[in-house]
């Protein structure tokens, strides 16, 4: 027998690129808040990035995500700070083995 159990997953909803300027350079670094915190809930109004001279730009989207990748160097020129994701959580029946 397979006890009954719930399994976490993530599911990706959008992709957050750096603020840039008109001519694509980027502007800003990611929040020291934010680095390390993958799959660490974030929610509207937490900051996300840093611009050079110090001013926090916040999350401001309508609902809590869960970002991941977070500063990742082989995303810098795919325009990816990181992924924004949402939590699912599956429940998972019991399972009896067939025996003969």
């Not at 008109?22 to 840093?50: E, T, Y």
């Amino acid at each position: 027998t397979f006890p009954a159990c719930e399994i976490e997953t993530y599911r990706l909803l959008a992709r957050e690129d750096y603020p840039r300027s008109s001519d694509g350079q980027i502007m800003a670094i990611i929040h020291p808040n934010l680095q390390d915190k993958d799959f660490v809930l974030l929610n509207p109004g937490d900051p996300i990035f840093q611009t050079l001279d110090g001013k926090d730009i916040l999350y401001e989207g309508d609902s809590s995500i869960y970002p991941a990748f977070i500063n990742k160097g082989a995303y810098y020129e795919k325009k990816i700070a990181f992924a924004k994701m949402e939590k699912l959580t599956f429940s998972i029946p019991a399972i009896q083995a067939q025996t003969e």
